[in-house]
C-alpha cells in the first residue's frame, strides 16, 4: 500500500459519489408510455407485503375435479417456480387438501400504481401447455409437449427486412425432444409447417425450411421483451396438471405502511449520520474514512435489491430485509472498529504512520474476515432453508432441510438475502476502499499529524 498516491482518495470517493447517484436516480428513456431501464434507481425496489401490501387468491381445479395430493403438490410446485421466475421471494403458497385449494400470497408490483392483480393471478394460474404440432390446425399431429424442452429463454435478432430488433423465444430440446423434432422437420422441409400451441391459442406457424437437428428452435410471435419473458418463463416453469380456476381475490392491506416506510428511511438517516458523527469523533480521521465506506457498502446492498441493470429483475425487500441491512452496517463498524484500534495500538508501539496503516490492516484482517465469514455462513443457511427450493443454497442444502420438509418463507429469505450481500460489500468497501482512501490521505502534509489516527 505504501504505491498508493495522493489522488486515490478522491478517486474512490467520486467512484462512490457516482455508484450512488445512479442506485438512487437510475438511468431511463421513454417512449410515449413505454418506460425502458437501463439502470434501475430505488422507484423499482419491489417492497415485501408487510411494507406495501399485495394480493391474496385462492385457486381451485376447474369443473369440480379431485386431484389428488401430489397433483396437489405439483399445482403448488409451479405456482411457486413462477413466483421465483417474477423474483418475488415475499410470498406464501399453502395446500388444503381436504377443500382442493391451493392459497397464495404475494407482494405488489415495483413502481407499478396501476397494478392489476386479477391479471398476475390469472397468470400464475395458467395451465400454459406447450405443444408443437404437423400443421397449422390444433387437430394436427402433436410433435412435442413442453415436458420436451429443457431451457427456454429470451432472444434478440436483427429482422433481415427491417433491420429492427425483435425479441424471440429460444428453445433447447431434451434428447427426446431432440429427436422427435429432428423426424418432424425432416418430413416437413420445404413442404409444410410446424405450428406452436400455448393451450388452445397458436402463438406461431412458421414454415420448416429445413431439418433441425440440433435440438435449437425458435419462437417467433411479435414478441414484447416482456411477452417473451412471460413465455419463457412459463415454459420453464412447467404445466400444471389440471386447470385451475380463481375462486377469490383478495386486497392485503400491508402491516407497516407506507407512512411507517418513510419514517423508517428517516430514522435510518439519523442513525446513520449518528453513527457517522461517533466514529470521527472516537477514531477522528479513520473515521471519516469510515464513514464514506459505510455509505459505499448501503449503497452497494440498495443496488443489489433494485437489480440495478435493466435486464436484472429488482429483489422483494421485507421488514426482516432491512434489517439485515442494519445488521450488516453494524458488522461494517464492527470491523473498523478493529482496524483503527490495530492502527492506534501500532502507533502507540512506535510505528511510521504508513507502517501502522499498513500493519493495522494486515493484523486486523484475521479477526475481521472470522467475524463476518460466520454471519455469511448463517446468511446461506437462512436462504438455503427458507428461499426456494431450487435456488443455489436450496439445492446446495437441500440434503440437510429434507427432513424437515419444504419450507419458503420469503420474510426470512430477505433477511438472509440483504445480510449475506452487506457482508460481502463490507470487504470490498470496509476493508479494500476504505484502506486505500486512508494510504492515500496519509500521504498528505495535513494529514500527517499521528494525533488524527489516535497517536500521540
Given at each position: ?244 380456476v380463481t375462486t377469490s381475490t383478495n386486497i392485503i392491506s400491508p402491516t407497516l405502511g407506507e407512512g411507517a416506510k418513510s419514517a423508517m428511511l428517516l430514522a435510518g ?97 484475521a479477526a475481521v474476515f472470522d467475524g463476518n465469514i460466520t454471519v455469511v455462513f448463517v446468511a446461506v443457511i437462512l436462504m438455503g432453508a427458507f428461499g426456494p427450493t ?42 479494500f476502499c476504505s484502506r486505500l482512501m486512508l494510504s492515500s490521505l496519509s500521504k498528505f502534509k495535513c494529514f500527517k499529524n499521528r494525533k488524527l489516527y489516535g497517536g500521540?
Amino acid at each position: 500500500m505504501r504505491k498508493v498516491s495522493k489522488p486515490v482518495f478522491f478517486i474512490v470517493v467520486l467512484c462512490i459519489a457516482a455508484f450512488a447517484y445512479l442506485t438512487f436516480a437510475g438511468i431511463h428513456t421513454y417512449y410515449g408510455d413505454i418506460k425502458t431501464d437501463y439502470i434501475k434507481g430505488v422507484d423499482s425496489i419491489r417492497w415485501g407485503i408487510d411494507i406495501q401490501g399485495g394480493v391474496n387468491a385462492t385457486f381451485q381445479p376447474a369443473d369440480g375435479y379431485k386431484a389428488k395430493k401430489d397433483e396437489m403438490d405439483a399445482a403448488k410446485a409451479v405456482i411457486e417456480q413462477r413466483l421465483v421466475s417474477m423474483n418475488v421471494t415475499d410470498s406464501e403458497v399453502y395446500v388444503d387438501y381436504n377443500n382442493y385449494k391451493v392459497i397464495v400470497s404475494f407482494p405488489w408490483q415495483a413502481d407499478e400504481v396501476d397494478f392489476d392483480p386479477e391479471s398476475a393471478v390469472s397468470e400464475l394460474g395458467e395451465t400454459a401447455q406447450l405443444t408443437f404440432r404437423k400443421g397449422t390446425e390444433e387437430t394436427g399431429e402433436e410433435v412435442l409437449t413442453g415436458n420436451d424442452v429443457k431451457k427456454a429463454e429470451v432472444r434478440q435478432r436483427q429482422d433481415e427486412t427491417t433491420g429492427n430488433v425483435e425479441y424471440v423465444v429460444g428453445l433447447t430440446l431434451k434428447k427426446s425432444g431432440k429427436e422427435a423434432f429432428s423426424a418432424a422437420t425432416t418430413e416437413l422441409a420445404g413442404s409444410g409447417n410446424i405450428s406452436i400451441w400455448m393451450d388452445e391459442d397458436c402463438i406461431s406457424a412458421p414454415r420448416v425450411n429445413s431439418a433441425i437437428t440440433d435440438g435449437e428452435c425458435v419462437i417467433e410471435g411479435n414478441f414484447t421483451y416482456e411477452s417473451a419473458k412471460s413465455l419463457a418463463d412459463k415454459i420453464n416453469a412447467g404445466s400444471i396438471p389440471f386447470k385451475l380456476v380463481t375462486t377469490s381475490t383478495n386486497i392485503i392491506s400491508p402491516t407497516l405502511g407506507e407512512g411507517a416506510k418513510s419514517a423508517m428511511l428517516l430514522a435510518g438517516v439519523i442513525a446513520f449520520a449518528i453513527i457517522a458523527l461517533y466514529m470521527m469523533i472516537i477514531y477522528k480521521l479513520p473515521g471519516f474514512v469510515a464513514s464514506i465506506s459505510l455509505f459505499g457498502q448501503v449503497v452497494g446492498t440498495i443496488a443489489c435489491i433494485t437489480g440495478f441493470f435493466g435486464n436484472i429483475n429488482s429483489f422483494t425487500l421485507t421488514i426482516p430485509g432491512i434489517a439485515g441491512i442494519i445488521l450488516a452496517v453494524g458488522m461494517g463498524v464492527d470491523a473498523n472498529v478493529v482496524t483503527y484500534e490495530r492502527i492506534r495500538e501500532e502507533l502507540r508501539n512506535g510505528k511510521s504512520l504508513n507502517g501502522a496503516i499498513e500493519l493495522g490492516y494486515k493484523r486486523a484482517w484475521a479477526a475481521v474476515f472470522d467475524g463476518n465469514i460466520t454471519v455469511v455462513f448463517v446468511a446461506v443457511i437462512l436462504m438455503g432453508a427458507f428461499g426456494p427450493t431450487d435456488s443455489l443454497f436450496g439445492t446446495v442444502l437441500s440434503p440437510l432441510f429434507a427432513a424437515f420438509g419444504a419450507t419458503t418463507a420469503g420474510t426470512i429469505y430477505s433477511l438472509g438475502y440483504t445480510l449475506l450481500v452487506g457482508i460481502i460489500l463490507n470487504f470490498v468497501f470496509g476493508i479494500f476502499c476504505s484502506r486505500l482512501m486512508l494510504s492515500s490521505l496519509s500521504k498528505f502534509k495535513c494529514f500527517k499529524n499521528r494525533k488524527l489516527y489516535g497517536g500521540v
